[in-house]
């Protein structure tokens, strides 16, 4: 089995009303996305990995070869971060092949890289361009060229869309998961947007007051959420506690009820409470035996508020915590 690209291992750092106890792996060209609220240890764990702070305890791996004690500029990793860093007075093309020419590279080789990557991110017609005449999303990807082009085995993510507006960040979202796929990179991915996380990641990592709560595949960690605090976390409105869950039937305890276990159009009447208006679909508040629920999808005629709507209740579906 090929080693992890990035390993942290017992990693413990501890600063005044924060600590940080991680441990984690970034398999050859995957990413792995850690999401979590603000203050959760994602962006310290980041630093910890690139070199920037070092760890009270635990080691640093990259491709099974420890790191824990190099300065950052010896670890060989890409780094982008939400404000961009570009040298305001170089062109995208000298931006893009400045680590190059650092490193020393031939010239014939920087031209071909530089070429490859301003063709994969679609900047070649902003090539002598300087920072200041691009749009926000030009630089986001000049910035991900330059930290693509020394060929790093592994890049490192912080809140990379963070800045753009969200038709922009959608966009690049998908432009980014594409050239990391192409460029075979393993990536460590930092956002506290669950959406974003689960686009681009193979795999995600919550992380709650600097401890880890679950990991895996992000349909199985949106689906089957290890507690309740983790499906609030997730976008989850249907989280039901013992009470709410007995007056619905369901066994006792925790309980979540995803959208499938909802079927509205049939059933015992539900009252609307509230109706938004969404585009292609609705999301309605309903109020069943008492019981605030969420529902969202298409579906037509839109209700009104205090209306009466059937709805089906389909406890098979729901989701214990």
């Not at 240890?41 to 760890?55: D, N, Y």
């Not at 276990?261 to 309903?286: M, N, Q």
């Amino acid at each position: 089995m090929a080693e992890p690209a990035l390993a942290l291992v017992g990693v413990r750092h501890r600063r005044p009303g924060f600590g940080l106890e991680l441990g984690l792996e970034v398999a050859p060209g995957q990413t792995l996305a850690l999401l979590g609220p603000s203050g959760s240890g994602k962006t310290t764990a980041l630093k910890i990995a690139a070199g920037l702070e070092s760890p009270e305890a635990g080691r640093v791996f990259l491709g099974g070869r420890e790191v824990t004690a190099l300065p950052p500029e010896r670890r060989g990793v890409g780094m982008l971060f939400q404000n961009y860093a570009l040298f305001p007075h170089l062109t995208v093309y000298e931006n893009i092949a400045f680590g190059l020419v650092e490193r020393g590279w031939r010239r014939d080789r920087i031209r071909a890289r530089v070429a490859e990557l301003l063709e994969k991110t679609g900047l070649g017609p902003h090539r002598e361009k300087r920072p200041g005449e691009l749009s926000g999303g030009e630089q986001q990807r000049v910035a991900l060229a330059r930290a693509l082009a020394p060929r790093p085995p592994v890049l490192l993510l912080d809140e990379p869309l963070g800045a753009l507006d969200l038709r922009l960040r959608e966009a690049l979202l998908l432009e980014l998961k594409r050239v990391l796929r192409d460029e075979g990179v393993a990536a460590l991915y930092v956002t506290h947007d669950q959406a974003e996380a689960f686009v681009l990641a193979h795999r995600v990592l919550i992380l709650r007051d600097g401890s880890p709560v679950q990991e895996g595949v992000p349909e199985a960690v949106y689906r089957r959420p290890k507690d309740a605090w983790t499906a609030r976390f997730l976008g989850h409105k249907n989280v039901l506690d013992r009470e709410a869950a007995a007056r619905l039937g369901l066994p006792p305890g925790t309980w979540l009820l995803p959208n499938a276990a909802l079927i509205p159009g049939e059933g015992e009447p539900a009252r609307v409470e509230e109706v938004l208006f969404l585009g292609p679909r609705v999301g309605l508040w309903l109020v069943l035996r008492g019981v605030r629920l969420y529902w969202e999808g298409p579906l037509e005629p839109l209700p009104q508020p205090g209306a009466p709507l059937p709805l089906t209740l389909r406890p098979e579906r729901g989701v214990p915590l």
